[in-house]
């Protein structure tokens, strides 16, 4: 039979950093494929130009037998392919008949006004097609996140769509939510539905698909039948390149020693000797995370792995002082610490980088000079007054040491690729001297070159005697620069890795809240 | 483009008006000494709104609006009328006035930044509390005592207001210009969020900066009261959509993220320059214009905020939105 | 039954705003001595509030849409002038009533054609046409009628038909069929999807520009008969002075009633008691000899308190979902 999708060497790059390679991929009707790959592999770049948002900058894509060529979301929404986005995009304020017509004829009285009773009628008919019970009356805004994605899925399917790409949908789902939505699935492919797949959660790559693709650099280099597939496979063809060229910290730790566990032993004890920088007793936040303890000492660096949701990034939001935790203890040098905000924060010496860099991080409109010295530059004021050379002096000593490549301080951030913004903002904390550094997904979204650079000045930082905690979905990256990996699952510490015991299994497990006692 | 463009733009404006007024010079000493009085009373007109300028350009430089500034500047004008004349008037009326100004100012600032209240409504309804405030005060009186306050009518000639206005432009300006603050509040309209990950005191700055506003109404006020001697509850009604237009013109992008106070400062001229022309052109209107051409002041200045802000737009990036 | 179309925040304002109208009109009728007058007081009610609630009906369709409009205010005037101008040429009243209304709908569904056309933000046009239409409204009047004073008297009676015997039956029956309409119709709910998510719009093939324009035109609908009743009643067209303020008032009507000022909720019902509930309060406090000076002030106070209040309960949340 004709596949249902084919995309012919789809290329795709934005500005000078290539997102897609000639890429060549299958899809049959009533397949359930599994898209994998690590952070910036080119998956949502091939969401979005499935989804109609990006067109390609070359190749083809067939649907249903003939050259297609979408101009906007709708027209791929018309042709067929509907995709539920990890951030769904819905009417709040209307009622859920409303929304899962909107854009679609209503069905009107004869004297025109709208019948609402027959709206209702048929989007319960339409919920009940795909097992779902939820009045129609209620506002959109009111359901959870499980039955907002579902009422998604039923519109989609009351489109008629033929191919569902489904972005994440797990991410914020509950471990029944999650059972509901595989039983869903299931029934759309014993329909013909086609499904794309797209998660971190390998597990439920195993549990849920048919075929695996993996997808490394914007090139796809793996795809396989489930039956084939496990963890490790798909991890190694995720990430590709052997483990030590990228991540400088074993490796240096694998010559001094050339027993990596005794190695990481050894660098623990020396940081134990020194007293610790930052200590979490009992923290929890209300809805958020709960009973987190740890402590960071002086370079050693921590990873913090966990899927998405699992309450790591509000974590180190409540570190840096973004909220109050509700209760717990958190001590910076042994002294108790309650950051008022993040000016608390970095009087005391504690960074944090945030998660995305676009919104959270950056104004694309100013020059690259301005967003780095906007971290530290109230040292260098004099009644209020920037001392301009010594200003400039630090911002071209920080671009040297992060390596930032931009034509001059003034270059408007947002033409920088995302490895340089993403330094531009690690120097914009490390020209402070902090003690404690908080990284959150440092290298999400950038190349593999601005990676490594990256991977060796958090190196650097540790060397140094700074403290670091690493937060990352990037297993690789975690397992190869940590010293110590803390593993939380739906805001919960599950495990405490170190020595032997940090293996990708191990990781993903405690994610998947699968095991809690460490090893 | 836009610095060389505005200077540009005043000097023919001048040229138009003068021009037009029928004015005409026999020699050179003669059209000295009248630019030297034009300018003299240009300045002297314009320094409320030119005060009130600086501090929009900041306030729009945050992505917010003061729509309030022309009930603030009243009411202080008619809170300090209230208070009796004499030389007393320096050391009572003037702090409570000042005092008053900054209260006010503070109080769009907490609405804006601790409520959470868009700055538009805010300032919308500070702006008839305020009005309603000047009637209270006032009532249906119109006073004026500054013109037995010794020394008061200086801050409505030439030195006082000159005096004024370069001490926030040229000392202000100078020290804003190279200040953190500054990069502060560009972050803040720029990227809110990103601000407050970077460490800026979010909610500090933006009630500083509206009640900075307040202070500089507070000057605005005393200018005001010094050149036109009396004070009513109804005066300086519509004086806040002249200060927005200048400040839009001057190159200040209302999404906030960008502002400049020189362009501000051409930007405020040109409108008084046009204020002015189109008063002393009445004479011109009159015999070739079938309408009083004083009318065609709203129409430009709607017309000038329009095209100032498209181009704005279109000079940076286009970030425009069909809805509000 | 249909709880998803009101949301208990709305069911809480429209219940606030019916107890309180209830509570007023009692205090009313309290303050009042005999109770014939407590009579007048209901009749003339619907005469005063109906340009109001008129305005509120047109401005409440934009503002959930997610824009605004700022120059309601200076459309009325120039309808009004309009208007003055045909009845100082001596045209039988009906084509006048047509003519004023006619010009209000036309230049609502302008300001709509040049929000989609010029990208510049709603808030912006609408506060240039705030000064641009009075002014145009001035130059009209000028050109049409020579010599003129600055005010158009209007004394036959025929001509006041629809602001003092007729304006409680055209609020009635616009009210009635404003209410039926967002009911029945889809393009209301069209107006409140874009206000919550102009992005869930696009992706379901509406386009966002339509739709706004639509709610313009619409509202411009309202804003005809809110000009017809607001100039009919009136003895003398003043085009420098009338209306001034009146955009406020609506403003505030649209907010007390419970509209979200960032589009998405609202209802036209909260609208119309939200005008009542300032018109009473504003009767009650004349009847209660409160001066009228301080009676704006208080009108101003409530507002902002009310809105303060609504943003400030809203606020922990919007920062958590922007830190996010």
């Known amino acids: 039979m004709a596949p249902l999708l084919q995309l012919r060497a789809i290329e795709k790059s934005f500005g000078g950093t290539r997102a897609l390679h000639p890429l060549t991929l299958t899809l049959a009707s009533g397949e359930v494929l599994g898209l994998i790959g690590e952070n910036g592999a080119g998956k949502s770049t091939l969401i979005k130009v499935l989804s109609g948002v990006h067109a390609p900058d070359a190749g083809a894509i067939e649907w249903r037998g003939q050259t297609v060529g979408f101009h906007s979301p709708h027209d791929a929404m018309e042709a067929g392919i509907a995709t539920i986005h990890q951030e769904l995009a819905y009417c709040g304020h209307l ?11 209503w069905p009107r009285h004869r004297w025109g006004g709208v019948d609402w009773k027959n709206l209702h009628a048929e989007a319960s008919a339409r919920l009940s097609r795909c097992q779902l ?5 209620r506002a959109f805004a009111s359901l959870s996140a499980a039955q907002k994605q579902e009422v998604a899925i039923a519109r989609a399917l009351a489109r008629q769509a033929r191919l569902l790409i489904l972005d994440e949908p797990t991410a914020s789902l509950s471990g029944p939510e999650v059972e509901r939505l595989f039983i869903q699935l299931k029934r759309l492919r014993a329909e013909g539905v086609a499904i794309l797949y797209v998660s971190h959660r390998l597990e439920e790559i195993l549990k849920l698909t048919d075929r695996v693709a993996v997808l490394r650099d914007g090139e796809l280099v793996a795809a396989y039948a489930v039956a084939d597939a496990n963890v490790n496979r798909m991890v190694k063809d995720m990430v590709g390149r052997p483990l030590d060229q990228v991540y400088p910290r074993t490796r240096h730790l694998a010559q001094s020693s050339g027993n990596r566990c005794e190695a990481a032993l050894t660098n623990a004890e020396r940081s134990t000797r020194s007293a610790p920088l930052l200590e979490l007793d009992s923290v929890s936040r209300q809805g958020m995370f709960r009973d987190i303890s740890f402590t960071l000492c002086p370079g050693e660096i921590i990873g913090l792995a966990g899927l998405i949701g699992a309450g790591r990034s509000e974590l180190a939001r409540a570190i840096y002082g973004l909220y109050p935790c509700d209760s717990g203890v958190m001590r910076l040098r042994g002294h108790s610490w309650l950051p008022r905000g993040p000016e608390d924060s970095l009087a005391a010496g504690l960074v944090y980088l945030p998660e995305e860099r676009k919104r959270q991080g950056l104004v694309p409109d100013h020059p690259v000079g301005d967003s780095i010295s906007i971290g530290f530059s109230d040292l260098l004021t004099y009644w209020g007054i920037i001392r301009r050379r010594d200003e400039r002096t630090r911002i071209s000593a920080a671009m040297r040491t992060c390596d930032i490549r931009a034509s001059s301080l003034t270059q408007t951030i947002g033409t920088l690729s995302g490895g340089n913004q993403q330094k531009a903002i690690l120097a914009r904390w490390l020209e402070r001297k902090p003690d404690v550094i908080v990284l959150d997904e440092p290298t999400r979204g950038v190349d593999v070159g601005a990676k490594a650079e990256i991977h060796r000045l958090i190196d650097q930082l540790a060397g140094n005697g700074r403290a670091v905690l690493l937060i990352s979905s990037d297993l690789p990256e975690v397992l190869g620069m940590s010293d110590r990996i803390l593993v939380m699952h739906e805001g919960s510490i599950t495990a405490e890795l170190h020595g032997a015991s940090m293996t990708q299994e191990n990781v993903l497990l405690a994610a998947s809240g699968l095991q809690s006692a460490p090893i | 483009m836009r610095r060389w463009l505005l200077p540009l733009l005043l000097l023919l404006e001048i040229a138009l008006f003068t021009s037009i007024s029928g004015q005409s010079f026999h020699s050179f000493g003669e059209a000295l000494s009248y630019f030297r009085s034009y300018f003299s009373d240009l300045l002297c007109q314009s320094a409320p709104v030119l005060l009130l300028a600086f501090g929009m350009t900041l306030v729009l430089m945050t992505a917010g609006i003061d729509l309030s500034v022309g009930s603030m500047v009243a009411l202080v004008a008619c809170v300090i ?9 320096w050391w009572t009326a003037v702090p409570a006035g000042l005092g008053l100004a900054m209260l006010l100012g503070a109080t769009n600032g907490v609405l804006i930044a601790r409520l959470d209240v868009p700055p538009i409504i805010a300032t919308l309804g500070t702006m008839i509390f305020y009005r309603g405030l000047c009637f209270v005060v006032m009532g249906d009186l119109e006073k004026s005592p500054f013109l037995d306050v010794p020394g008061y009518e200086t801050l409505g000639q ?6 004024l206005v370069a001490v926030v432009f040229l000392l202000g300006g100078g020290w804003f210009d190279c200040s953190r603050w500054r990069r502060e509040l560009l972050m803040l309209g720029g990227n809110r969020v990103a601000a407050r990950y970077a460490g800026i005191p979010v909610d500090r700055r933006i009630l500083e900066v509206y009640t ?11 200018c005001f009261t010094a050149r036109n001697g009396s004070v009513s509850a109804s005066t300086l009604t519509g004086l806040e959509l002249q200060v927005i237009v200048a400040v839009v013109l001057g190159g200040t992008r209302v999404q906030g993220g960008a502002g400049s106070l020189s362009g501000t400062f051409f930007g405020v001229l040109i409108i008084a ?4 022309g189109l008063r002393g052109a009445a004479r011109w209107g009159d015999t070739h214009l079938p309408f009083k051409l004083s009318h ?6 709607g017309a000038l905020l329009v095209l100032g802000v498209w181009l704005n737009n279109r000079a940076g990036q286009p970030t425009g939105r069909p809805t509000r | 039954m249909t709880h998803g179309r009101l949301s208990p925040f709305l069911r809480q304002r429209l219940l606030f705003l019916l107890a309180g109208n209830v509570a007023l009109l009692a205090a009313i009728a309290v303050t009042v001595k005999q109770g014939g007058s407590f009579g007048e007081v209901l009749a003339r009610c619907g005469p005063n509030v109906a340009p109001v609630v008129l305005a509120g009906l047109s401005l409440t369709g934009i503002i959930c849409a997610g824009a605004i409009d700022l120059s309601i205010a200076s459309i009325i005037v120039v309808a009004g002038t309009v208007f003055g101008i045909l009845v100082h040429r001596q045209w039988p009243p009906l084509p006048c009533f047509a003519a004023c209304a006619l010009t209000a709908w036309g230049l609502s569904a302008w300001n709509g054609f040049l929000v989609r056309r010029l990208n510049v933000p709603a808030i912006i046009i609408t506060l240039a046409g705030l000064a641009l239409y009075r002014g145009v409204a001035l130059i009209l009047a000028d050109v049409a009628i020579p010599n003129f004073g600055g005010s158009l008297d209007v004394p036959q009676e025929a001509y ?17 069929g404003a209410l039926v309409w967002e009911w029945f119709a889809r393009t209301p709910r069209r107006w409140l999807a874009l206000g919550s998510s102009e992005e869930a719009c696009r992706l379901a093939g509406l386009d966002p520009r339509a739709i706004l324009q639509s709610a313009f035109n619409v509202g411009g609908f309202f804003l005809g008969l809110a000009a017809l009743v607001y100039v009919t009643q009136i003895q003398f067209i003043e085009p420098a002075r009338m209306a001034l303020g009146f955009e406020l008032q609506v403003i505030g009507a649209v907010i007390l009633g419970g509209t979200n000022i960032f589009g998405g909720e609202g209802s036209y019902a909260g609208t119309a008691l939200g005008a009542l509930f300032l018109y009473f309060t504003s009767q009650w406090m004349t009847y209660a000899g409160i001066s009228p000076y301080f009676q704006e002030a208080i009108t101003g106070a409530i507002i902002i308190a009310v809105i303060g209040l609504d943003c400030a309960l809203h606020r922990r949340r919007k920062l958590l979902e922007e830190l996010a």
Request: net charge negative; no cysteine; hydrophobic share 55%.
């Open chain 2, 81 to 89: 009328s209230s208070f009796p004349a004499g030389p007393g008037f």
């Open chain 2, 296 to 301: 065609l002041e709203y129409v430009l200045l």
């Open chain 2, 158 to 163: 030439f030195v006082g207001a000159g005096v």
């Open chain 3, 160 to 176: 006041h038909a629809p602001g003092k015997q007729l304006a409680g039956w055209i609020l009635l029956a616009a009210l009635v």
């Open chain 2, 273 to 276: 320059v046009m204020d002015e």
């Open chain 1, 95 to 105: 009622t859920v008949a409303e929304n899962l017509f909107l854009g679609e004829p």
């Open chain 1, 133 to 137: 019970d939820i009045s129609t009356h």
């Open chain 2, 212 to 222: 900075l506003v307040g202070l500089l109404g507070f000057l605005a006020a005393l």
